[in-house]
């Protein structure tokens, strides 16, 4: 190349580094060839800086890029830089190797393929994603290793894939990605966010991912759509529901050690995923399958760690069941427990509890206090006070602070209309609504049970007014 023609070119560059370029060239002239070669790597040089120092000026994100990073798409924040960081062959991107909690996809990727991020020792690491405008193609497994995604940013100018509020979905939506939700405010966002890109289009939607922190989710979708499940994430474990349909809606409850998962699935099942820092646990109705009638004593299925136990119940509401894993039995291991909602309506709420050796998955045996609680709690009445005889305390209740007319009152206090199961504290609890009328009631029964080797049974009662003015018209009494 003449000097000329070389001058020409590197006019396009910078005017200001053409200058430089020709006393390099002038005195290169004089020189052996060799010298030409170092004045142009020089001027290449200089034309990279001008080229970086211009990207950082434009990016144009959603949501800006935390300025630790280079913000040019090439490098990611607090990382160590170099091309060893990214696996990139023809556009796709086949691994992530670096260690940095923000990860910036380069401009130059147009796929995410499956195994970008599985193989990357710190993956659990890795809070935040920003996908580059190029990218046209992100497989449906490709996150589903980065159990600490807080949050995901697109390009605002990327043509294929949009993100608001920690949702990543495709422009026509047919496929999202949500990362953590961390707090019933952001479920609600995230809920919002689906439902609103879902009307953008009437084909079904996939979820590559949908990984849960702490909070509840409830994403509802609309009547006649659903969505594929491919993966749900919580906890550090990470299910993998290939193929499996959640028709309606997914719905999460959280009680500390246990962060569940429920939803129906194409196939009819109602699923409920239940995720604990030792492990993966899944319930299902085995006998509710599509087209079929789900009776109403059923059986279910419990699978973990490749057992599997099947237990007989009721039809439950999945939306509505909770789940607790703790040391119930004070051996030190957990204990995995399952409550059902099986009966709603006007003036009645009725459960079932279910509990499972965690490791074994043996099921152990309740006494069922619905049926016992008279055994234990004795109700009785006369003209002016209704009177509840719990563990070593009697409770004299006068009739006269009550709201209901006389002629309304019952005989004695009517327990178990209303009852519920929880875990307070590593032991069973039982608490029933005491009803003095059809509208009233006058306080809650709870009762603690233990575990002894015929199993969880009755420990002892409590009794609690329902408010102020029937409390402080009560009596209370202790006896041994």
Known sequence: M???KLLKAMSLIDEKYVEAAKVAMIKGAKKKKRKYIAAIAACLGLLMGSVVIGGLMTRDWESPVPESSTKDGLTSPNANTGDEEFEIIDGSLLAYRGNSTEVVIPNEVKEITH?????NDNVKTITSLYIGENVENIHN????????LQKIE???NNEYYVSKDGVLGRVDGSDYFAAAITSEEASYRFTSVINELRKQTSADCSFSNVMIGQGRLKLQFEEGQKCRIVSVSALGYTKELLGMYAEGGLYSTDTGEAYTISF???EGSETALIFTKEGLYEISCSDCKKGAECSFHTKFSLKHAGKEVVFDGRKTNWKTSKYYYEDLTGDGSFELVAVFVWGTGTGAHEEDIYIFEANTLSQYRIEDMSESLGEHVVFSADETTYKISTTGKDYLINKAVLESEREHLGEVVSANNI???SVENGQIVYRTKCFVSPTETIGEISVTMMYTNDGFVYSRSDYTATNEAINDATIEMSYT
């Open 2 to 4: 003449t000097n000329k």
């Open 419 to 421: 009852y519920r199961y």
């Open 115 to 119: 195994r970008a991020f599985l193989e």
């Open 141 to 148: 497994e490709a996150f589903v290793s980065l159990t600490g």
């Open 154 to 156: 697109v390009a605002k």
């Open 264 to 266: 129906v699935s194409s």
